[in-house]
């Protein structure tokens, strides 16, 4: 059963905003499905520091697993009862999204629903929670460290190539 993460709106640069729509144009798929993408992305690259923290999370609270994740689907993590003992900072470890700044010259954009395997809703939801920020600033850096981490990588080489042939030629 999918599950809806709402991300009503996110921020990219304008050069981001321009890669996002010369691949999104190229590729067929829509801004919102690179978001998508871009989210699973990073929870698929960051899944175990995530799942540890999603353990820390049950057992700092003194929950029930099965309760713990029932609240967190259907209520958030708002909702869970307050930690019997706080984690540490030790405990937490370095976020994966810590070092990201946003830049000052963001541009807001509408976004969707993202749909989640329930894994992975629980796990976008932990990350968030632990991110500290809002679900916008949250998405708006994972989009940010994507593009500037995997552009060269994974888009651009296929950019290039709507324009040309000569990757064919080994040019």
Not at 61 to 66: E, I, P
Request: aromatic share 12%; proline share 4%; glycine share 6%.
């Amino acid at each position: 059963m999918a599950y809806k993460f709402n991300v009503s709106t996110f921020y990219v640069t304008p050069e981001h905003l321009e890669k996002m729509r010369e691949f999104s144009g190229s590729s067929g798929h829509s801004p919102q499905d690179l978001v998508n993408q871009f989210t699973r992305g990073h929870t698929t690259n960051h899944r175990p520091y995530y799942e540890r923290l999603a353990r820390l999370d049950v057992t700092k609270r003194g929950m029930d697993v099965d309760e713990w994740v029932d609240i967190v689907i259907n209520e958030g993590f708002k909702a869970l009862p307050a930690y019997k003992e706080q984690p540490t900072s030790d405990e937490i470890g370095q976020n994966p999204l810590g070092h990201i700044i946003l830049p000052s010259d963001v541009i807001s954009q509408d976004g969707n629903y993202m749909h989640l395997t329930k894994q992975n809703l629980i796990l976008v939801k932990t990350a968030h929670y632990f991110d500290g920020s809002s679900i916008a600033k949250f998405i708006s850096k994972i989009i940010f460290d994507h593009l500037n981490t995997r552009w060269e990588r994974n888009y651009a080489r296929q950019m290039g190539a709507e324009k040309s042939n000569n990757w064919l030629k080994g040019e």
